[in-house]
């Protein structure tokens, strides 16, 4: 696959190479520095020794004795070497080292002066490009410097003696050089290898990246069931990875909820519809009497019905999952809201010949008072209308610990273990019931479920045939001190 130049990849490897490039350099510059360092101390001291056996071949060809300056003062060691210099009276050639009469590299020189820089005494093999130091008006001055290939010790003393002792260091400069090349070579091959290692590592950090867009992309394209392959590493990208593959899930359930809300939504519609038109239809064909008009508009009437409680169930259902009422509503007294819807179906349940007991505790939660009352009025629709009558239906709501219990228990038919799981499913009916609720969307359930999980609580149903079943919610309460 060809990687674009403006790729995370490239980028990534551009800063590497960078920096990997500037701390080798780093590195070799220090390394050169510190051997150039040691050698050059090594010279130093070697030619400091050098200037120790100068001077004493030099004391050996002196004459012994004391001699006086202009001002009648004893001369020091130097003013004698100036004099005896200036006499012609040294001669130290037979006590050198042979370095110092040869000019091949590592040959030793020597080279004094007077005040006006005019050689007085210098060897044969001593360069012609030194310059000594100036004159101090008091003491000596020196110092130690490179000055072409050569190493010199440079001198100047109060009284007009000037002096440059060195050592060639040709062969010091070319294996520095060498040094110098070696690091280079080195240097760059690591870098190289460098290079190569960071494309590596460049490469398997960022395919975890390129995973997620692919998935990404895919999912865009319409694949809702791609997914990231999650690295066994349980590293940032692994969480990452993880987070965004229950971020599809959740996408595609809600996609596959949509899916089946629609399809389902336009099943329950075709029916009523479907009666709205062929009635229609059958009655425009010729002209009827009254009672087939009214008992026509009378199954219009039912169907129209039955399509507005559909609507308005629906237009709930969406409301609740599109979460637009969450646990952080108003504080209502929920027995408040559950003896209202009592009261509510008591007629019906008078009808049917159904009593209804309460037993309810003054509990708090926090929600809304219209979205708790559908849960009532739902859960206690449910048992009366699914009742075959002659029964009797308790409800209470109880205080435990942190939470509150609403639980609806009936006497009834009760539900199959088959059709349990799917009683919280919108538009499912249980096969006993279809009949008995022929006026109701079949999505009631669905809603309740909805509500509970929109306030953060729990709901699940304990049934068995012939015995009847108990709703049991689960909501979290609220106490005076959070009101």
């Given at each position: 696959?060809?990687?674009?130049?403006?790729?995370?990849?490239w980028?990534?490897?551009?800063?590497?190479a960078?920096?990997?490039f500037?701390?080798?350099?780093?590195?070799c510059?220090?390394?050169?520095?510190?051997?150039?360092?040691s050698?050059?101390?090594?010279?130093?001291?070697?030619?400091?020794?050098?200037?120790?056996?100068?001077i004493?071949?030099?004391?050996?060809?002196?004459?012994?004795?004391?001699?006086k300056?202009?001002?009648?003062?004893?001369?020091?060691?130097?003013?004698?070497f100036?004099?005896e210099?200036r006499?012609?009276s040294?001669?130290?050639?037979?006590?050198?080292?042979?370095?110092?009469?040869s000019?091949?590299?590592?040959?030793?020189?020597?080279?004094?002066?007077?005040?006006?820089g005019?050689a007085?005494l210098?060897?044969?093999?001593?360069p012609?490009?030194?310059?000594?130091?100036?004159?101090?008006?008091?003491?000596?001055?020196?110092?130690?410097?490179?000055?072409?290939e050569?190493?010199?010790?440079r001198?100047?003393?109060?009284?007009?003696l000037?002096?440059?002792?060195g050592?060639?260091?040709?062969?010091?400069v070319?294996?520095?050089?060498r040094?110098?090349?070696?690091?280079?070579?080195?240097g760059a091959?690591?870098?190289?290898?460098?290079?190569?290692?960071?494309?590596?590592?460049?490469?398997?950090a960022?395919?975890?990246?390129e995973?997620?867009s692919?998935?990404?992309?895919?999912?865009a394209d319409?694949?809702?069931s791609?997914?990231?392959?999650?690295?066994?590493?349980?590293?940032?990208?692994?969480?990452?990875s993880r987070?965004?593959?229950?971020?599809?899930?959740k996408?595609?359930?809600s996609?596959?909820r949509?899916?089946?809300?629609?399809?389902?939504?336009?099943?329950?519609?075709?029916?009523?519809?479907?009666?709205?038109?062929?009635?229609t239809?059958?009655m425009c064909?010729?002209?009827?009497?009254?009672?087939?008009?009214?008992e026509?508009?009378?199954?219009?009437?039912?169907?129209?019905?039955?399509?507005r409680?559909?609507?308005?169930d629906?237009l709930?259902l969406?409301?609740?999952?599109?979460?637009?009422?969450?646990?952080e509503?108003?504080?209502?007294?929920?027995s408040?809201v559950?003896?209202?819807?009592?009261?509510d179906?008591l007629?019906?349940?008078?009808?049917?010949?159904?009593?209804?007991?309460t037993d309810c505790?003054l509990?708090?939660?926090?929600?809304?008072v219209?979205?708790?009352?559908?849960?009532?009025?739902?859960?206690?629709?449910?048992?009366?209308?699914?009742?075959?009558?002659?029964?009797?239906?308790?409800?209470?709501v109880?205080?435990?610990g942190?939470?509150?219990?609403l639980?609806?228990?009936?006497?009834?038919?009760?539900?199959?273990?088959?059709?349990?799981?799917?009683?919280?499913?919108?538009?499912?009916?249980?096969?006993?019931?279809?009949?008995?609720s022929?006026?109701?969307?079949?999505?009631?359930l669905?809603?309740?479920?909805?509500?509970?999980?929109?306030?953060?609580g729990?709901?699940?149903?304990?049934?068995q045939?012939?015995?009847?079943?108990?709703?049991?919610?689960?909501?979290?309460?609220?106490?005076?001190t959070?009101?």
């Amino acid at each position: 696959m060809k990687i674009p130049f403006y790729s995370l990849r490239w980028r990534l490897q551009v800063w590497y190479a960078v920096i990997l490039f500037l701390t080798i350099v780093a590195l070799c510059l220090t390394a050169f520095q510190l051997a150039w360092l040691s050698e050059s101390r090594r010279i130093d001291a070697t030619l400091m020794d050098s200037e120790r056996d100068l001077i004493r071949a030099f004391s050996r060809s002196r004459e012994s004795g004391v001699e006086k300056n202009s001002k009648g003062e004893n001369m020091s060691p130097p003013e004698r070497f100036l004099n005896e210099i200036r006499n012609g009276s040294l001669d130290p050639s037979g006590d050198l080292d042979d370095a110092y009469l040869s000019s091949d590299p590592g040959f030793r020189f020597y080279l004094f002066a007077d005040t006006n820089g005019k050689a007085l005494l210098r060897s044969e093999n001593a360069p012609e490009q030194i310059e000594f130091l100036a004159i101090p008006e008091s003491g000596v001055s020196e110092d130690i410097q490179t000055i072409g290939e050569n190493r010199v010790i440079r001198k100047s003393f109060w009284f007009g003696l000037q002096s440059a002792i060195g050592t060639n260091i040709t062969t010091e400069v070319e294996e520095s050089q060498r040094f110098a090349w070696s690091l280079a070579i080195c240097g760059a091959a690591v870098w190289i290898v460098g290079l190569a290692g960071g494309w590596w590592l460049a490469g398997r950090a960022i395919r975890p990246v390129e995973s997620i867009s692919r998935a990404a992309n895919e999912i865009a394209d319409g694949n809702l069931s791609e997914r990231i392959s999650v690295s066994k590493r349980e590293d940032e990208l692994h969480e990452l990875s993880r987070v965004l593959n229950q971020t599809f899930d959740k996408i595609q359930d809600s996609m596959e909820r949509e899916r089946r809300f629609t399809a389902d939504a336009s099943h329950e519609l075709r029916t009523p519809v479907s009666i709205l038109l062929s009635e229609t239809q059958r009655m425009c064909k010729r002209t009827r009497t009254v009672p087939e008009y009214a008992e026509s508009m009378e199954v219009c009437n039912d169907a129209a019905e039955r399509m507005r409680t559909l609507v308005e169930d629906l237009l709930l259902l969406a409301r609740q999952e599109n979460a637009q009422l969450r646990a952080e509503g108003e504080v209502v007294n929920l027995s408040e809201v559950v003896e209202g819807s009592v009261r509510d179906i008591l007629p019906l349940a008078t009808e049917r010949n159904i009593k209804i007991s309460t037993d309810c505790e003054l509990v708090h939660v926090r929600g809304s008072v219209s979205s708790l009352a559908i849960l009532a009025n739902n859960l206690l629709s449910n048992a009366v209308l699914h009742h075959p009558g002659n029964g009797h239906v308790q409800v209470r709501v109880i205080e435990s610990g942190e939470e509150v219990i609403l639980r609806v228990t009936d006497d009834g038919n009760g539900i199959s273990p088959e059709d349990r799981p799917h009683i919280f499913k919108r538009f499912y009916r249980v096969e006993k019931s279809r009949t008995a609720s022929a006026k109701h969307s079949g999505i009631g359930l669905a809603l309740v479920h909805s509500i509970v999980t929109n306030l953060r609580g729990n709901i699940w149903v304990a049934s068995q045939l012939g015995e009847g079943s108990t709703f049991t919610i689960v909501l979290p309460i609220v106490r005076k001190t959070e009101r």
